[in-house]
C-alpha cells in the first residue's frame, strides 16, 4: 500500500518531471514513458494518478495557473496603494512573474493552447484562465471608466499581456522589462481617460 500522504508528493513530482520533459523535447515527444523516467518511477504511477497523458498535462496546467494566481495575489496583498492603478500593476506583473516566463513554463503553456483546441477538458480549463484575467482587470478598470469603457480596456490588456507573453516566448528571449513598460503605458494611457471631463453642450436661453 502506499504511503500516507505518498499522494501530493507523486503528483507534483511527475508534474515536475512533465515541464523537464517539455522544456527538453516539446510536448509531442514527451511520451508517459519518457516522463516516467525522468520522474524515476513506472508507467503504472502515471496511469494510476493522471489516467493518460492529457490528465498530466491537465493536472500540469492546473499547477502553472495556481502559481499565477498566487504571484498575482500576493503583489496585490502587500500594495500600501489600494488605487485601481495600483491593482492593475500588480495582476500585469503577477502574469510576468518568473514562474511563467521560465522555460519550461513557457513551452507548456505553449503546448497547452495548442492541444487545447482539440480536447474539449483543455479548452474549458483555457477559457477559466482568459475569463479570470478578463474579469480581475474589469473589475478595477470599472471602478474608474464606464462599464463599455472598463470592458474595452480589460480586452485591449488582456490582449496586451498575452500578446507580449507569446511573442517573448516564440523569441525565446524572455524581456520582462520591456513587456511590463509597454503594458505599463497602455494602462496609463486608459485611466487617463477617466481624468477626461466631457465638455457640456452650451444651454441656449429659452425666451418666455
Not at 500500500?1 to 523537464?20: D, E, F
Request: with cysteine; proline share 3%; hydrophobic share 45%.
Amino acid at each position: 500500500m502506499p504511503k500516507v500522504g505518498m499522494q501530493p508528493i507523486r503528483r507534483s513530482q511527475l508534474i515536475n518531471a512533465t515541464l523537464q520533459a517539455v522544456d527538453q523535447v516539446g510536448m509531442g515527444d514527451a511520451s508517459i514513458a519518457y516522463i516516467a523516467r525522468l520522474a524515476g518511477v513506472s508507467n503504472g504511477i502515471i496511469s494510476h494518478y493522471f489516467q493518460d497523458k492529457n490528465g498530466l498535462l491537465d493536472a500540469t496546467m492546473r499547477h502553472l495557473m495556481l502559481a499565477l494566481s498566487n504571484a498575482v495575489r500576493e503583489r496585490r496583498a502587500v500594495l500600501r496603494d489600494g488605487s485601481p492603478r495600483a491593482h492593475l500593476r500588480a495582476i500585469i506583473e503577477g502574469n510576468f512573474d518568473d514562474s511563467q516566463v521560465n522555460g519550461p513554463a513557457m513551452k507548456t503553456w505553449l503546448a497547452f493552447w495548442a492541444s487545447s483546441m482539440h480536447h474539449p477538458a483543455l479548452r474549458r480549463l483555457q477559457r477559466v484562465n482568459d475569463r479570470r484575467l478578463y474579469s480581475n482587470l474589469c473589475c478595477e478598470f470599472r471602478r474608474v471608466l464606464g462599464l463599455a469603457e472598463a470592458r474595452t480596456a480589460a480586452l485591449g490588456l488582456a490582449a496586451l499581456i498575452d500578446g507580449l507573453w507569446l511573442r517573448s516566448a516564440l523569441s525565446g528571449e524572455s524581456n520582462t522589462g520591456q513587456a511590463l513598460q509597454i503594458a505599463f503605458d497602455y494602462l496609463d494611457q486608459q485611466l487617463a481617460k477617466a481624468d477626461e471631463v466631457p465638455a457640456q453642450p452650451a444651454v441656449r436661453a429659452t425666451a418666455h
